[in-house]
Each structure stands twice: as C-alpha cells, then as structure tokens.
C-alpha cells in the first residue's frame, strides 16, 4: 500500500511502498477513500523538517537540554548516534481519515465490514485505527466533507471549554480551517462573532458564515474592532486557533476580554503572559487538548473502554458523531474550505502548496478505487540477497521495530555480520524505515510469515511485553531459535507455554536479551571472582527515572509492570555474578502514599543457594544528571564498583587497576556471541533453567513486595 512519509532530517515528502497493518484487537482496518491535510499542524511539521540542526535545535530548546543532561551522564558518542537515529526516522502524516471497514478486529461490535468511517488514521491507503477513535458517517455526507471531522472536533472540543450561551459575543483569531469551522458551530450557539486573521481572503469566507471580521493586512486594529463589537463590554469569550511565535495574540485576546472573559487556546502562540492582564479583569485561561475528553487515555483508545455518558457527555468520539450530525443537517458548511483536490500519489505537490500558496486552505487528498491493498510483506528493490550467500552465519527475522530495536539490537546484528531477511512492525512505516536501514530484504507487518520460512534461522522479538511468551512459543515450535528481549513472560501462564515449548523443542536455543552479564565491566569483575572461596555481597542501585502511570510498561496486562518488565535484568546480573541459584527473594515497596506507582521503587534482596547475598535498589524517584546504574561487589576484604558501565574501580584489589571506556552495557557482545552459538551448534549462552529461574524470581519480588513475606525459589 502507499503512505505519506516526512523525513524529518531531510524534509523530504514520500509516498512509500508501505506493508498493510495488521488488524489489533479493539480496532478496525480501513481501506481510505479521503483525508484531509490539516495545513496547520502538518504545516508547522513540514517546515520544522526543512529546517537546518541549528534550527531545529532552537525550535525545541527543552529537548536540547535534555540531549545536554545524556551527555553528561552516558557520554557524547552514544548521545549523538540517539540523537541522529531518531531524525532519520520517517514520521507517518496526516489524522484525518475517511474510508471503509475491510477487517475488524477482537471485542469490536460497534462496527460491521463495509461500514463507511471516519477516524485520525494517517494519509494511507490502509490504516489501523482504535474502534473509540472512528465514528459512522452518515449517507447523505460525502467523504470530501467527512474528512474535515477530526480536525472540525478540535475546533468544536475548544468551544465545548469555552461554554457559549445564547447570544454571548466570542473573538475567534485565526481564521484558517479550525477558525473558519469554529465561527460556523459558534453562530449555530447563537452568537455573534468576530473573526480575526491576517489574510482578507480568509476574513471574506468568514463573513459568508456570518462574522464580522477585522484584516490585519489591511491595517485593522483588533483590539479596537473588539471594543466596537461588544459595544464596548468586551469579549465574553476569546478562541485562538492561530499558529504564531508571537505573544502578542495572548496579550491583544486578554485586551479584547472583559471582566472575567474566557480565553480558549486551540493552536499555538507564544505564552509568555503579562500577569497584570489576568490579574485585573481575573481572566480564565485554558488550553485545550485535540478531540475531547478521552484522548491519550491509552484505557478509553487502545481498551475502549468509553466514559459513561450521564458523566462525560462529549467525548472526542461523541464529538464526531455531533459533527457529522452538523453536516448533515446543513449547520456546518464544508464545501466552501475545500480549496484542492489532489490524488495521493501527488503529495509533494500538496504539501508545497500548503506551505507556499496564500489561498490555499483545505486540500483534500484522493485515493484510487481499488481492492484493498493488503499486502503484508514488501520486497525490498535493491535489498537482495547475494547469490552465493555466506552458510556460516544464521539468517535472521527482526519483529518489532521500536526504538531500543534500531537504536541496539539492529546495528549489533549488523555488526555480527548476520543477514538480515526483514524486519517486521504491525503498522508497516517503523519496520520499513529499519529494513531499508539495515538492509534487510523484506518489510513486513505479521511476523507469522516468517515463521514458515526455512530461510530463516532465528526470530528476534522485540514486541511489546506482554506478546513475549505467545510469540517465543511459536517461533521455538515452527523450528527456529528465539532471542527475545526481556522479559521472557510476564505472567506464569505465559511462562508455561514456554516451559512447554522448550521441552518439545530443547535443540532451539532461547535466549534472553540479559545484556549486562555480557559487558566487558562484568566479564572482567567475572574474571577478578574466579578464584574467591567465600559468599558475595553485591549493592546493585538503579535510578530507574519515572514513567507515567498510563504508560504501557506501566500497565501489569500489556507491560508486566516496571519489575517484571526491567528489574529482571538486574536479577539475571547478580545472578551470572554469584553464579549460583536463587533461593529466597524478599522485598519491599513504597507504601499507599507512593500512589499507583509504588511498585516501581522497589528494594529487593535475593539469597543464592552458596550463602551470597545480593540487594537491589530499584528507583524511579532519582533525578536524571544521576547515574542511571551503580553496582559495588563485595568480596573477601575487597570491593569492585561498576559506575554506570563506563567505569569499573577496584578498591583493595591487589594489582587491579582503574579501567574507564566508553559506556557498554554488552548489547553487541549478547548479539554475537547468540549468533555464534547457533552457527557452532554449542550450548545455549544461558541455561533455559536459569532464564526460566529469574523469570520466576522476579515475579516473586513482586508478590514478596505486596505480601510482605520471603518466597522461596527452591
């Protein structure tokens, strides 16, 4: 299928070949017909992508600033290959989408196959979008129309917080797409509004709707032609949906208001507000967030679990259905935004004339008749295995393309000198991106095709946590060997199926991506405990940094939570550092006034079966110009520290020195000494019995931490 990429290095315009994405339970697969570009947000992303470094460096002086802060504490090198990864990567265009049902998927009844839809899919042939983020359109509103009610719910989710009542005079600044839609549902509400924008073009369509209007280019005074408007009263309320660096919008829409007035900013202006234009009439300011109450709500999207109505009445999916409703019934007029119609595969056209021609406002993007392109596997032109390929080394398939993905995984199998047959992500865009990067040979979105393939020797998955244990399973049992990054389950039942698949295929080598035990640091604190005699006693701290309780690492179904998810890592650590069993795990956690993120600061201490003892202080309360790992080794009247896996100190080590190099926490050793190990046939890196005992053990710590009891392993 064909997608519209940015390239945000080069601010090059693509229409990719792109894999069809897959259907996900609680969504819908759509076969577009139109979308509409939205000249603003879309706009700002195109130029934002022509810009030079040292522009998009001062266009977002807080990322900057966080680029600084991983300098300082993971080293300049690894910053900027984290930094230039991720402007090469291709950013998917577009949110407002109209098309046809052709799959939906698991726990989806709302829709039916051959529904006709909106929703904020991208500028794609195909798309895969949320079930609660698509609303029905209605037979008698065309696609051309209907692709304007994302970007008209902005507009309407912006009013809803300004509150009209009959007959209230409202300013609107910033008379583009979400200006012009604005005026039309505020005068539906019965109210009088003056439109303000730069453009006399724009100012003339508003008034067609049924604004008073002031041009800036012609001279007006907006402040001055608010004060007439309200016969002198001010604005009961102000909505912005201009795009401008400017403070001065703030400034004059605080001026217009009167005393208590309401200002709703719906685009993007300079902030920096003068106190004294709130303070003395007490203003009320708000910005308002896209489509209404339930977006980035990961429960409301991605679970569809909607609001109540009696409690949320409008939600952005209630506030698609009122707008379609609107142009059904001739309330809100769309015709007149539409300005070019342009097929897809123009789409450099498109965008070129959003950002250099004046009269340009809605340009609506046309897609072919045809039977859904649904291919899932994109060949490759110029990624083509050699003729005489190379026997020695395991041909691999990549499923999940995320970040940690292409920024590790990727140019460690690279640099191992594995071919690499594809790459694969359910959406198709990340996938391809990585395969066109690494060379593979294929771009796809459902890793079960590779499992059939006989030319595929290994699978990497690199998927979200919770598909872990149900992929692993499948790979082991289609034959292949499975490297998967932590966790390996995050349940006990996902860990069973796996226990289950390794029994009926143990020639399979699974591996764990247990980076750590393979950095040179650890290697060489191995090679300094060879020879002790007595019990460990190993600090490992973590300064974990915090993430956001809806975030999907967050969430005990889909990410396992932080300890299941990443605290195994330092699990597996003391473990290949003891080098004997885990016996007991106790732990504890941050108490009910932590919230619901307690279990993400977390002391847990584990007991090996040789009498050592290992504790890990696992933070996300730290502060981030602190190193992220620490780990000190105590042994026999002597101490290793291991700082943040640049740095490895003895102390009272006879002969030992300091070693300091570039931060390695052993990624590309794990990778090639993995692919080595099914080249040779050999011995699997990791004893499945001691990978399915961490596994184990973690889930312990967190039973440990909730109980308030020791649990024993063995």
Known sequence: MKQILQHLRSGQIEVADVPCPIVRPRHV??????????????????????????????????????????????????????????????????????????????????????????????????????????????????????????????????IRLLEPT????????????????AVQILRAHGCPVLGVDVNPQRCELARSFGAETVALADGGDPVKAA???????????????????????????????????????????????????????????QVSCSYGPGRYDTTYEDQGRDY????????????????????????????????????????????DAILNDAGVLGVVLTYPEQSPPTQ????????????????TRPRVAVVGAGNFTKLVLLPAIKAAGAPIH???????????????????????????????????????????????????????????????????????????????????????QIMVGFNRRFAPHTQTALTMLKGRSQPLAINCLVNAGHIPANHWTQDPLVGGGRIVGEGCHFIDLLRALVGHPITTVYATMFGEQAGPLAEDKMSISLRFADGSLGTIHYWANGGKSFPKERIEIFSEGRVLEID????????????????????????????????????????????????DEVTRASFAAVRAARSGLPIELT
């Open 308 to 351: 109540p109505l009696p409690y949320v009445r409008w939600t952005e999916g209630r506030n698609f259905e009122a707008l379609l409703d609107a142009m059904r019934e001739g309330w809100l007029k769309i015709d007149p935004l539409i300005t070019r119609r342009i097929a897809q595969a123009d789409a450099p056209d498109a965008y």
């Open 422 to 508: 594809s790459v694969i992500s359910a959406g198709g865009v990340t996938g391809l991106h990585a395969s066109r990067k690494f060379d593979a040979e294929e771009a796809g979105s459902d890793y079960r095709a590779v499992l059939d393939r006989d030319d595929v020797d290994a699978i990497f998955v690199t998927t979200r946590h919770a598909s872990h244990a149900r992929m692993v399973s499948e790979a082991i049992a289609a034959g292949k060997h499975v490297f998967v990054e932590k966790p390996l389950a995050i349940d006990e039942e996902g860990l069973e199926a796996v226990q289950a698949a390794h029994r009926d295929h143990s020639d399979r």
């Open 29 to 158: 697969l759509v076969q577009t017909t139109r979308t509409l570009i939205s000249a603003g947000t879309e706009r700002m992303l195109v130029e934002f992508s022509k810009g030079s470094l040292l522009a998009k460096a001062r266009a977002q002086p807080d990322k900057v600033k966080q680029v600084l802060q991983k300098i300082r504490t993971d080293g300049l090198l690894p910053t900027l290959e984290t930094v230039f990864s991720r402007l090469d990567e291709p950013l998917p265009l577009g949110y407002c989408n109209v098309g046809r049902v052709v799959e939906v998927g698991r726990d989806v009844t709302e829709f039916s196959v051959g529904d006709r839809v909106i929703s904020n899919g991208p500028h794609a042939e195909m798309v895969c979008v949320p079930a609660t983020l698509c609303a029905k359109v209605p037979d008698d509103v065309a696609d051309d129309a209907a692709s304007f009610t994302v970007l008209g719910s902005i507009a309407l989710h912006g």
């Open 166 to 181: 009959f007959g209230e005079r409202f300013v609107v600044v910033g008379l583009g797409l979400l200006g012009q839609i």
């Open 644 to 691: 943040n896996w640049r740095t490895l100190r003895p102390y009272d080590w006879p002969g030992a020195r300091k070693r300091t190099a570039r931060q390695d926490k052993g990624h590309k050793a794990e990778v090639r000494a993995f692919l080595d190990a099914i080249q040779a046939g050999s011995e699997p890196l990791i004893p499945f019995a001691e990978l």
């Open 376 to 391: 899932r596997t994109i060949r490759l032109n110029g990624n083509v295995r050699p003729t005489q390929p190379l026997p």
């Open 227 to 285: 004060e007439a408007f309200t016969q002198g009263r001010g604005a009961d309320g102000v909505l912005i949906t201009a795009s401008a660096k400017s403070d001065e919008i703030m400034q004059q829409a605080a001026a217009m208001s009167r005393k208590r007035g309401r200002i709703i900013l719906v685009g993007v202006v300079g902030l920096n507000l003068r106190r004294s234009d709130f303070y003395e009439k007490e203003l009320h300011f």
